[in-house]
């Protein structure tokens, strides 16, 4: 068991960073445009890039637009910068658009390498590190969202901005709208690594976000380290706590692992459930 623990964890630490040998291709659409190291994270002193998607037609408009931020953003457009596969956020988005009149504007922040355990992780964990996620988090409220307000057509206020990620990018997602119900009216929570520590449940009690704010979780039946039965225990904490069941969607996708592959069929789905009106 202890074997199998640790690797997983060494799996979660080069999630996304691209470290791989064999060069892929590209496959990031046009209208996904890479800002290189142009923030720098307070108190970590870490420069990151951050990876920008608008929607077609952005620059013949002047229409204002919803947010989603996500993390790990080498694994969202571009198979030549995904760790094991890209979730194929702009291709999704592209078809939204057309099919569905639904579009936003994305801003992947890209994860920090080695760093990427500590920076998504609010609570300490023995076999993580000690935990950053407190600034990580902070770090997009009080600099990343201020600059993309200033730099682009966004609807900045809170029903129009949203927060989403896997793995340990949904535990720092869940985290995230818990502390600023202010600023996230929704979170897209995949395969939430709640096995980092017991405190998020004692968190999400303690600090309860608003009725109306929207929460996706969905996690595969295949995944280890309880990763399915800890997501259905927080399902039904969160219903339990009263949350509208209109606005919490839970579900155990049988035979399916912790993978970009899920994460990429369920995204649009996620998508429409989040930013429903």
């Not at 985290?175 to 968190?203: H, L, N, Q």
Request: glycine share 8%.
């Amino acid at each position: 068991m202890q074997k199998f623990v640790l690797s997983f964890l060494l799996m979660l630490c080069t999630w996304g960073s691209a470290m791989e040998a064999q060069e892929k291709q590209a496959s990031a659409q046009p209208n996904v445009h890479v800002l290189e190291d142009v923030l720098t994270i307070p108190v970590l002193d870490r420069k990151r890039t951050l990876r920008i998607y608008l929607p077609p037609g952005y620059s013949d408009r002047k229409k204002h637009y919803p947010v989603l931020y996500m993390h790990d953003a080498q694994n969202l457009f571009d198979a030549a910068t995904s760790f094991a596969g890209e979730w194929g956020v702009d291709e999704a988005l592209n078809a939204l658009a057309k099919s569905d009149g639904l579009e936003l504007i994305v801003v992947g922040i890209d994860n920090g390498g080695k760093h990427r355990n500590t920076e998504l992780s609010p609570w300490k964990n023995e076999h993580l590190g000690k935990p950053e996620g407190e600034e990580y988090a902070r770090f997009l409220v009080e600099v990343v969202k201020p600059y993309i307000d200033k730099t682009y057509r966004t609807q900045p206020e809170r029903k129009h901005t949203a927060i989403m990620g896997s793995s340990l990018g949904g535990l720092i997602s869940h985290y995230a709208i818990y502390t600023y119900p202010e600023v996230y009216s929704k979170a897209g929570i995949f395969s939430p690594s709640y096995w980092v520590s017991d405190k998020v449940f004692k968190y999400t009690q303690k600090k309860p976000v608003p009725k109306d704010a929207r929460l996706y979780l969905i996690v595969g039946q295949e995944e280890g380290l309880g990763m399915y039965e800890n997501m259905e225990k927080m399902y039904a904490f969160l219903q339990a706590e009263g949350h509208p069941k209109t606005h919490v969607f839970g579900k155990v996708y049988p035979g399916q692992g912790h993978n970009e592959a899920f994460w990429q069929k369920e995204f649009a789905k996620a998508i429409k459930w989040l930013f429903a009106e």
